[in-house]
């Protein structure tokens, strides 16, 4: 063999074991993400993009029907932008500038700008924004006011009352007798002079306005009266009607003589599922250390940023948004009136706030009504009224309707006669959910953007970040 074609064999062996060599290598390779592969095989009842199609088909939902729950509403893009921030990861217990932990410099800075904003729209002495939502709220107020114990005089659930005021929530959590204002159902209006003979004879501690049916201001004034002859707090829970307030179109509590206002920030008000406390300068110590640490440990940050921005809007837009809501609500009353039915509150003009109530015995009561409503597009519940007891829960006899949501979608007087017109006409079965339905989804092609904000945008978007 000449040395010139050993060498090339010796090249081709070297070659065909380096080619062997690599072929191996990638057997292997393949094997082992076959492997890994199928190690981390996703079950199907994990998929997450599961989760985000049912978001979306909700989404599409509330897009084309009419949302009328009272105690909801709508936030802005730049209200929700702070939810998906990293301030949803972070603890930041005690007051600003007080903190227990560490890196709390620009958390501070938001909530100085929230407790700022606040103080403005209410023109309050003090306020405390730290608490979660409105029963939290309450709780914090029932333990800086009272003591297990302690008689408290609250609206009934029938009558419009929150859970939260009862034995069967906070009230009774921290150990409290509740007794309930006598009511005047006609009036829909607390019995002032009933009450003042019943709080003589049983010395209530505290005195607990504001309800989850509100159609009218309630009687403060009056019950600060009584409570001075007794001793005793005034605490009102303005949950439902909190923009309405810092709209200057409802009545103002602590004005009138309320020691103490709670309010959830997600109905009349523009924000995110939360609340706030204001209150008088002498008793603030008492609630701050009611909230922390009494029952609050970190208050959700992300939120609480929210919160700011919606106090933002409510200083800039609340008073033209708090008016077109009371406009609203007084025209879909009167219309649902004039088309037969059973409106609450006639004799005094049916409505002061964002609330609409009717009584539907005549339709199959509120349960039915409110699910035949559902088939058509049109979202409210069943509520007591006060001629209903306790056991008549699962199908009072009421409907109850709010007009925030819609108002925020920049629908006016005229969006009204049309719903009250659907409405009716699913009640009485002139007109079939098909048919409703299909002028919901009409009306709401219209109306389907955030208005009263920085900017107008589409308003039950579902946003991608992933």
Excluded at 11 to 30: D, G, H, M, N, P
Excluded at 173 to 182: A, C, D, H, I, N
Excluded at 238 to 244: E, I, N, Q, R
Aim: glycine residues 8%.
């Amino acid at each position: 063999m000449k040395k010139g074609e050993m060498v090339h064999d010796v090249t081709s062996c070297s070659f065909f074991a380096l080619y062997s060599w690599l072929q191996i290598l990638v057997v292997k390779r393949e094997a082992t993400v076959h492997k890994i592969k199928k190690a981390f095989v996703i079950p199907v009842s994990m998929n997450y993009e599961k989760i985000y199609e049912v978001i979306k088909e909700h989404h599409r939902f509330y897009a084309d029907s009419l949302p009328m729950i009272a105690s909801e509403n709508i936030t802005s893009k730049f209200v929700r932008r702070c939810y998906v921030s990293d301030l949803g990861h972070r603890y930041a217990e005690g007051k600003v500038g007080e903190r227990y932990y560490q890196g709390c410099t620009f958390i501070d800075e938001i909530e100085e700008i929230a407790l700022n904003l606040t103080e403005e729209l209410f023109n309050a002495d003090h306020v405390n924004v730290q608490p979660i939502s409105g029963v939290v709220a309450n709780t914090a107020a029932f333990f800086a006011l009272t003591n297990p114990g302690d008689r408290v005089m609250a609206i009934s659930v029938p009558c419009g009352g929150h859970i939260s005021h009862d034995t069967v929530s906070s009230a009774g959590l921290r150990g409290l007798e509740v007794s309930y204002y006598p009511f005047d159902s006609q009036e829909f209006d607390i019995d002032i002079d009933a009450t003042r003979k019943m709080a003589l004879n049983e010395k209530p501690r505290l005195f607990i306005l504001g309800s989850s049916l509100i159609l009218f201001p309630q009687p403060v004034k009056e019950i600060r009266d009584i409570a001075e002859e007794v001793g005793a707090r005034v605490m009102y829970d303005a949950s439902h009607v909190l923009g309405l307030i810092a709209g200057k179109r409802f009545q103002d509590p602590i004005k009138e003589g309320a020691d103490v206002m709670t309010g959830s920030t997600h109905k009349t008000f523009f924000g995110p599922q939360r609340a706030i406390i204001v209150s008088r300068k002498e008793i603030a110590d008492r609630i701050d250390r009611a909230v922390f640490p009494g029952i609050i440990s970190n208050h959700h940050l992300n939120t609480l940023a929210g919160y700011a921005i919606a106090a933002m809007e409510m200083k800039l837009f609340g008073e033209s948004y708090a008016d077109q809501v009371i406009r609203n609500a007084k025209r879909l009353a009167e219309r649902m009136h004039e088309l037969g039915m059973s409106v609450v509150g006639e004799n005094r003009g049916f409505t002061e706030s964002h609330q609409v109530v009717a009584d539907v015995r005549n339709y199959g009561g509120g349960s039915a009504v409110a699910e035949k409503l559902e088939r058509a597009g049109i979202i409210l519940n069943k509520n007591l009224l006060p001629w209903d007891s306790l056991k008549d829960t699962e199908n009072p006899s009421g409907i109850r309707l709010g007009v925030q949501e819609l108002t925020r979608l920049g629908m006016k007087e005229g969006e009204m006669d049309e719903i009250a017109g659907i409405i009716h006409g699913v009640v009485s079965g002139s007109l079939t959910y098909s048919k409703a339905r299909e002028r919901v989804k009409e009306l709401r092609n219209e109306f389907n953007t955030v208005k009263f904000t920085f900017q107008e945008h589409p308003a039950y978007e579902f946003y991608d970040l992933c």
